[in-house]
């Protein structure tokens, strides 16, 4: 509550202003915005109002929303994904052009409340670019540079020599080139890409470079509307070099300089360390040293460790157990006869994961003169054990079959140094564990006998994943065994959709709680908590505001271990992450686990041009009479309000106006679904109906996706015409204007209807005379287009835009497919004619034939 208060306090405050300018060129520009308020469920909006898309770039808790998003932007901006935690709401702009000039508002909503946080006023300048290239005569060719990052329409580029008369180099107009007016030195030396349009990248290629093309060449790119953008690029053409005879010895020493390090490649490859990986916990482990040289009898062999301490030592035609250190004391052996046979290999016996490292094995004469080095090295897999949370049990193994004492401890612990159990003189020591594990674990009977000291810890969760070593001791507290496991306790997840009654996040357990324990559930997300048991009894008041008479835990759930939570009415804004966590008297730690929950957000898909479709929201929960109920679309405009027992229709925003419609007494039946009338493919998006007391505190809320199918529209080529559908509600406002146009970047106006008549100054010439709208179409709501005549040309996407005041009210967009029609000869000679749907070029290639 006090984060939405201080959201709404601070609506008065002034908004930011800041003015930014950039060289056209740079690879990314920052627009500045921070708050340091940030609402609960917000959305952040970036928007250019001087565009008929306004939308820049949306970024909510759920990520960037860009379906709304103008497509001049698309794939150019970005936003921190921590954003709305950390109040840094600052746009990257990538590829900055000279239309991108203008002004950026950054605005937040939330619960309804806009506010505008900084203006960014944005000045994109033309750069003038100078690069400088130098090639050889002879070469093949030299590319002569020229970049814009972004091709925003109808393009002019001319690369001239103002040193030459005629001055062009080369030209080209939008997709072909224009050498009418080409210098005559250049023809046919000179060439630019075919996709330049597309990729931005105008740069030249001239073949056959000469002396006398060295100068200043100019690239200048011209685009409707907007300054024109140059580059000059100084080419020099040196004369052929020649190689001196000084290069001959650089060469030489480069070559001897490859020799010696292929050399010493090949040498770390021979002499790599080779390396023995075994199993944690196994009984015993070969360290290998074989060797063919003839050793003398008086021969010396030592085994030292990466810590340098001696292993094994044999000398004198005996192992010497005096010099080793006590650490391998009756754990190493090695092979009769090693000097004669020449094998030198050591068997570690009982290898723990602490005793990985290179080991060296080092021959020496009587006078210490050494014959023979090799090293090994040891290393351990570490068993993995991976369970579900829910698993009433899992084992963690550890066996062996060297012979245990009666007086053998066995110790399990953590890497965090917590004893999980202790096992010692015939019987387990409880009040040595740590007591998050009291009456958690059992070993198995007769463990000294059997060697298996596997432990089994009872009802896991996530909180216990880590890793366990199992240590064995004997009396002198010698390690006899240590073993590692990795414990993985997956995080349980449950699944529900949206709309359901309640779903319940598991956590069961047997480990004795004290009565005064406390017991907290948390969202982890955002810290806020969900319920918390204390003292006997719960405290709501402790809770978030959010998740008041949601929420319900079982009775004596200190005395059964149920400590699940139900959570009542849950929607797509409860998928999150919650943490359980019990806590002793004193505030320690006794148990924690994680709990995933996902809540599917409803989905409906309809076709274009239905009359109606609905979104589904129906609660058994009891509604006060005075809550107000609001559905909202995700670029946060009101499309339904219910307040105080009636519609409140004036603040609907306009392009849901006479389009919506709720059930009577929707407070009482607790259907608070909503039927949107004449749905397009301008209304996919989602929806959100949030239901808040008079208070303003969020009693439920509830997500719906709505998929309107493209209409598709498909004719024959030949035909007389063809309707392009939109139909919407009647009486639409006489100040509307209706445009319909291709649905492309700068796509080429179709007709326009304005002030109760057609503008056909406004056509393209390409459908002068061919389009036609229905009279009285504002109160009838029929705002279809007819087109007379079409043809394969006409094939592709077109949108129809309602307007107001330069403002998009509604859009439909119609997929126009024109099935053309080719003309083959069949084996008798006569011509007829068939339609085709697909590139007509391979069946003119059957008439060929």
Known sequence: MKTLVVFLLLMNVSQHASALEVYEGVESVLL?????????????????????????????????????????????????????????????????????????????????????????????????????????????????????????GPTTVMWSRYDLNPPTVHQRQQEEDELTDQNQRYRDRTSMKTDALQTGDFSLTLRKPHIFDSSNYTCTIRVTGEEPRLTDVQLQVKEPYTFPAEASVILAVLAVAAIVGLGVYLWKLFYRVPQVEVNSGVESVQLACKTTLHLPEDAKVEWMDSNFEKVHVYKNGSDQPEEQHQAYRDRTKMNEDLLKTGDLSLTLKHPTDGEAGKYTCTVYNKERKILLKKRVELQFKVPQVEVDSEVKSVQLPCKTTIHLPRDTKVEWMVKSSKKVHVYQNSSDWPEDQDQSYRGRTELRRNLLKTGDLSLTLKYPTDWDTDTYTCTVYNNRKKILIKKEVVLKVKVPQVEVDSGVESVQLPFNTTLHLPEDAKVEWMESKYDLKVHVYKNGSDQPEKQHQRYRGRTKMNEDLLKTGDLSLTLKYPTDWDTRTYTCTVYSREGNILLKRKVELKVRVPQVEVDSGVESVQLPFNTTLHLPEDAKVEWKDKGSRMVYFH???????????????????????????????????????????TYTCTVYSREGNILLKRKVELKVRVCQVEVEEGAESVQL????????????????????????????????????????????????MNEDLLKTGDLSLTLKYPTERDSGRYRCLFLRKADIIRWNTVLLKVKGRVQVQDQTGDTRNRSSSIDPTPLMADQSV
């Open 643 to 685: 307040q105080n027992g009636s519609d409140q229709l004036e603040e609907q925003h306009q392009a849901f106006r006479d389009r919506t419609k709720m059930n009577e007494d929707l407070l009482k039946t607790g259907d608070l679904s909503l039927t949107l009338k004449y749905p397009t493919d301008g209304d996919t998006r």
């Open 725 to 772: 559908p939109f139909r919407t509600t009647q009486n639409l406002p006489e100040d509307a204007k209706v445009k319909w146009r291709e649905n492309k970047f700068l796509g080429n106006i179709l007709h326009v209807y304005k002030n109760g008549s057609d503008q056909p100054d406004k056509q393209h010439q390409v459908y002068r005379d061919r389009t036609k």
């Open 32 to 152: 500045l915005c921070k708050d340091t308020s940030v609402p609960v469920d917000p959305t952040l909006l970036w928007t250019r109002h001087d565009l008929s898309l306004p939308v820049v770039h949306q970024h909510s808790l759920t990520g960037d929303e860009l379906r709304d998003q103008n497509q001049r932007y698309r794939r150019r901006t970005s936003m921190k994904t921590d954003s709305l935690r950390t109040g840094d709401f600052s746009l990257t702009l990538r590829n900055p052009i000279t239309s991108d000039s203008g002004t950026y508002i950054c605005t937040i909503t939330a619960f309804g409340n806009e506010r505008t946080l900084t203006e960014v006023e944005l000045q994109v300048k033309v750069s003038h670019q100078v690069f400088t290239v130098e090639v050889y005569e002879g070469a093949e060719s030299v590319l002569l540079p020229c970049h814009i990052p972004f091709v925003s």
